[in-house]
């Protein structure tokens, strides 16, 4: 198992491409509050570091981001053995340009006046770090089980996990 740190933004693109929805999780005064939202696709050439998802302006999200910026957002893949936590400081925002950019057919069915609907708030997360772990792809876990289970030894993985710090 690979345990460096990994300072590589690419590395983040990578697990987070085809994880379409995530788990947001923001602070309330009841707790913590995850809820599933969309991640606005991430492009390589222009990754700054940032997470971007739309959200209803009276939403929830909006005052408990107001109220304490850190959030936590959990990726995962099971049938690519891929999981990933960002930790970052979220804020919430009218943002016509942005939505624009990142306008997509979801979006739409959502707000279907489009990116300068008066309902639709972005929230933008600077990431501060992440953890991932990368695993086997199905077939070579159950090979691995397989032969651990027949030669009654532990499992071994090659399982990649790593660090990165705010891209």
Request: glycine share 4%; aromatic share 8%; net charge negative.
């Amino acid at each position: 198992m690979n345990d460096a740190p990994d300072n590589s933004a690419a590395k983040l693109i990578e697990l987070v491409k085809d994880i379409r929805v995530a788990f947001l999780v923001t602070t309330a005064s009841r707790g913590i509050h995850p809820r599933p939202m969309y991640t606005q696709p991430v492009d390589a050439e222009t990754f700054s570091g940032e997470l971007f998802f739309f959200t209803d302006d009276k939403s929830d999200m909006i005052s408990e981001i107001a109220a304490n910026a850190r959030v936590a957002i959990t990726y995962a893949n099971p049938s690519h053995n891929r999981y990933l936590c960002v930790i970052g400081d979220a804020i919430a925002e009218k943002d016509p340009e942005k939505a624009t950019e990142l306008w997509n057919v979801f979006a739409k069915a959502w707000w279907p006046d489009g990116p300068h609907s008066p309902a639709l708030a972005i929230i933008r997360v600077r990431i501060v770090e992440a953890e991932y772990w990368d695993g086997p792809s199905n077939t070579s876990y159950a090979l691995s089980m397989a032969k651990a289970i027949l030669t009654q030894q532990r499992i071994e993985l090659d399982i990649e996990h790593g660090r990165i710090r705010g891209t």
